[in-house]
């Protein structure tokens, strides 16, 4: 695997226990024993080695080109994409539409979703539309994030953001055009797929951008704003349903589009709870360590809108262990699955645990 673990976290969590003997404890973190979360505890790091790290290493000792694989899916997902949403009249919208949807990134959450759709015996074509449909709303939520009535953000993946360029009124339109597109371009461009299952992967994602997903985390994230008691039970209510409820969505619709077996669903939906938490947490200790220039993006900003943060929270250093605890916690979710096929799971996971903007 070409993965070379940045300075963002100590020794990765996974590499070290590996090492280790089972008589030795790793390091914990350094909370109250009355912090706790929903579904995800800080406190729950294990108090010694198990076998899910000797089982860890096994599935992750495959060779696969991390760097070409990724290479080879973005241009795959650039071009569906480029070819989703022409160029027509009104001419202005769609020049909106695009200047977002086609301005670069990392195209993480589809490729996630045809990773997954490969994993449980899918291929990348009946995954496509799901995928270009996810990065669309994930454009659309961008668009929004940084209007001045949210946000108020110049900058988005080094150039200017959708309203400074259009105006305010024209990107909220074509946020709103890319989220109507989505749900028709599933259900119009996929192939293949009963229309049972397609129906389903519609109500995933629907319920993962309204009022119990994104919307949902949104809403809490700007009232907790300034307030001084948010706790931690609150600020993972924000990040799971802001951030990781979309990256659910991109692997479940996958696994759907696959024909995966409602065990395989469900498995890959807690692995992409954890990734997608994990992505919340890196990306906070990257907004308080990064430069505009290293994140391609205003860095520091939730400081000076004095919102609730990990960091700001449990501290760096706390935060980088939550961080490493919840790449093993996804990792253990690919047990039992085809380790080859596995691989860009695991690989997407390290990169999103690892990432430097």
């Known amino acids: 695997m070409l993965i070379t673990p940045s300075p963002l976290f100590h020794t990765p969590l996974f590499h070290t226990l590996s090492l280790l003997p089972n008589t030795i404890k790793p390091p914990t973190p350094k909370l109250s024993s009355s912090s706790s979360f929903h579904s995800l505890s800080v406190s729950a790091v294990p108090t010694k080695v198990d076998t899910s790290t000797v089982r860890i290493a096994e599935i992750e000792d495959q060779t696969f080109d991390f760097k070409v694989y990724m290479l080879h899916k973005a241009h795959t997902v650039n071009k569906a994409l480029d070819a ?20 670069g990134g990392k195209r993480v959450r589809p490729i996630l979703c045809i990773a997954a759709c490969e ?30 009535c949210m946000d108020n953000d110049d900058l988005r993946r080094g150039k200017p953001t959708n309203h400074k360029v259009f105006g305010e009124d024209v990107a909220v339109l074509a946020g709103d055009a890319l989220l109507a597109f989505s749900f028709e371009h599933v259900a119009m461009a996929t192939e293949g797929v009963s229309p049972t299952r397609v129906v389903r992967a519609i109500g995933e994602l629907a319920k993962s951008i309204g ?14 704003e300034g307030v001084s008691n948010v ?29 995966g077996s ?5 498995k890959l939906r ?16 990257l907004d308080v360590t990064k430069t505009s220039e290293e994140l391609g993006k205003t860095a520091g900003k939730d400081l000076v809108a004095d919102k609730v ?21 996804a990792k253990e979710q690919l047990f039992g699955f085809d380790p080859r096929k596995a691989a860009p799971l695991l690989a997407l996971t390290d990169y999103i645990a690892y990432r430097q903007s």
């Open 309 to 329: 943060t990990y960091p700001k929270l449990l501290g760096i250093d706390n935060s980088k262990e939550f961080a490493e605890k919840l790449l093993q916690e």
């Open 84 to 103: 989703a949403i022409a160029l027509r009249d009104p001419e202005k919208i769609h020049k909106a539409m695009r200047y977002s949807l086609l301005a």
């Open 262 to 266: 409602d065990e395989e669903v469900e």
């Open 231 to 259: 706790g931690l039970e609150r600020l993972e209510f924000i990040h799971v349903h802001k951030t990781a409820k979309l990256l659910e969505a991109a692997v479940v619709l996958g696994a759907i589009m696959g024909g």
């Open 211 to 224: 009022g119990e997903g994104l919307v949902a985390g949104q809403v809490v994230d700007i009232d907790s």
């Open 119 to 148: 994993l449980v015996g899918g291929d990348e074509a009946t995954a496509i539309p799901s995928a270009c449909a996810v990065e669309m709303i994930h454009t659309m939520s961008l668009i929004h994030d940084d209007l001045p």
């Open 270 to 285: 807690k692995f992409a709870r954890s990734i997608g938490l994990l992505f919340q947490v890196v990306d906070d200790i």
